[in-house]
């Protein structure tokens, strides 16, 4: 697996950042189960709100409409997306993670509850995101080329951890063949932002280390993360009144039911 993904980065160096993005979806969705879906776009709420451009979408596709606009770009109503991903040829300055990190935050901040509506059949729960880890999306920057020095990196990330929401925080950082950076809980190595009490640097000591660590997860994130079907009733309030001219008999009040018409028919 990280053999292929890495020939295919390094096959077309010179290529434009979106063939690039290309390769790590293709990749993603080649080796994760079918029932979730890989994309690009954007992810929306109930009350309207759209996160910044994604380069990476996973949803859960048989529960998520996808919508497209003008330009084939594609919506994703974000009780249904599951995960999200940044990818950069080289991330070399803290401010091009912090550009990274308010790009994946973009998603945090939607309303994944749908106003206290949206429900995880599979758990019977309500979701709750600012509450619980599991019912938040799932983020991630992911760098092909060349990356910052994961300690200044690590480093970096605690000190963000003191001036954002928690719950904003990335969950997972893996530079390609070098290392992974996510978070440290009581019961060891985590990307469990809410519960983690520092940040955890894994170097890579073979290559494939890191990739496949990254893999292990964004697949387990990827099973435990609770989502909703589109909750329709809080997505269109607009429409909630219907105004009809209604037709009916008017031999009797209130007026027969239809079905009574066709009786002994």
Same mark, same amino acid.
């Given at each position: 697996?990280?053999?292929?993904?890495?020939?295919?980065?390094?096959?077309?160096?010179?290529?434009?950042?979106?063939?690039?993005?290309?390769?790590?979806?293709?990749?993603?969705?080649?080796?994760?189960?079918?029932?979730?879906?890989? !994309?690009?776009?954007?992810?929306?709420?109930?009350?309207?709100?759209? !996160?910044?451009?994604?380069?990476?979408?996973?949803?859960?596709?048989?529960?998520?409409?996808?919508?497209? $606009?003008?330009?084939?770009?594609?919506?994703?109503?974000?009780?249904?997306?599951?995960?999200?991903?940044?990818?950069? !040829?080289?991330?070399?300055?803290?401010?091009?993670?912090?550009?990274?990190?308010?790009?994946?935050?973009?998603?945090?901040?939607?309303?994944?509850?749908?106003?206290?509506?949206?429900?995880?059949?599979?758990?019977?729960?309500?979701?709750?995101?600012?509450?619980?880890?599991?019912?938040?999306?799932?983020?991630?920057?992911?760098?092909?080329?060349?990356?910052?020095?994961?300690? !200044?990196?690590?480093?970096?990330?605690?000190?963000?951890?003191?001036?954002?929401?928690?719950?904003?925080?990335?969950?997972?950082?893996?530079?390609?063949?070098?290392?992974? $950076?996510?978070?440290?809980?009581?019961?060891?190595?985590?990307?469990?932002?809410?519960?983690?009490?520092?940040?955890?640097?894994?170097?890579?000591?073979?290559?494939?280390?890191?990739?496949?660590?990254?893999?292990?997860?964004?697949?387990?994130?990827?099973?435990?993360?609770?989502?909703?079907?589109?909750?329709?009733?809080?997505?269109?309030?607009?429409?909630?009144?219907?105004?009809?001219?209604?037709?009916?008999?008017?031999?009797?009040?209130?007026?027969?039911?239809?079905?009574?018409?066709?009786?002994?028919?």
């Amino acid at each position: 697996m990280a053999t292929k993904l890495r020939s295919k980065l390094l096959a077309h160096p010179g290529e434009v950042g979106a063939a690039r993005e290309e390769v790590v979806r293709e990749f993603l969705s080649a080796h994760l189960p079918k029932r979730f879906e890989v !994309s690009t776009g954007f992810a929306f709420d109930c009350s309207g709100t759209i !996160s910044d451009q994604l380069d990476i979408i996973i949803y859960e596709a048989g529960i998520c409409p996808r919508f497209e $606009i003008p330009g084939g770009k594609f919506l994703f109503p974000c009780e249904a997306v599951l995960a999200v991903g940044q990818v950069k !040829s080289s991330v070399t300055s803290r401010q091009q993670c912090k550009d990274a990190f308010e790009n994946l935050a973009s998603v945090k901040r939607l309303d994944r509850s749908a106003r206290g509506t949206a429900f995880d059949r599979r758990y019977s729960e309500m979701l709750s995101p600012i509450d619980n880890y599991l019912h938040q999306v799932f983020t991630f920057l992911f760098v092909t080329g060349a990356a910052m020095n994961p300690d !200044s990196l690590g480093e970096m990330l605690l000190d963000e951890a003191f001036r954002i929401p928690i719950q904003e925080m990335p969950n997972v950082i893996v530079a390609l063949d070098r290392y992974l $950076i996510t978070y440290h809980c009581d019961d060891g190595v985590c990307p469990n932002v809410m519960h983690a009490r520092g940040v955890a640097i894994q170097r890579a000591e073979r290559p494939s280390d890191a990739i496949l660590r990254f893999y292990l997860l964004l697949g387990r994130a990827l099973e435990a993360t609770r989502s909703s079907s589109l909750p329709y009733w809080e997505y269109l309030p607009k429409h909630h009144d219907m105004p009809a001219k209604v037709l009916s008999s008017s031999v009797e009040v209130p007026p027969p039911h239809l079905g009574v018409w066709t009786e002994g028919v």
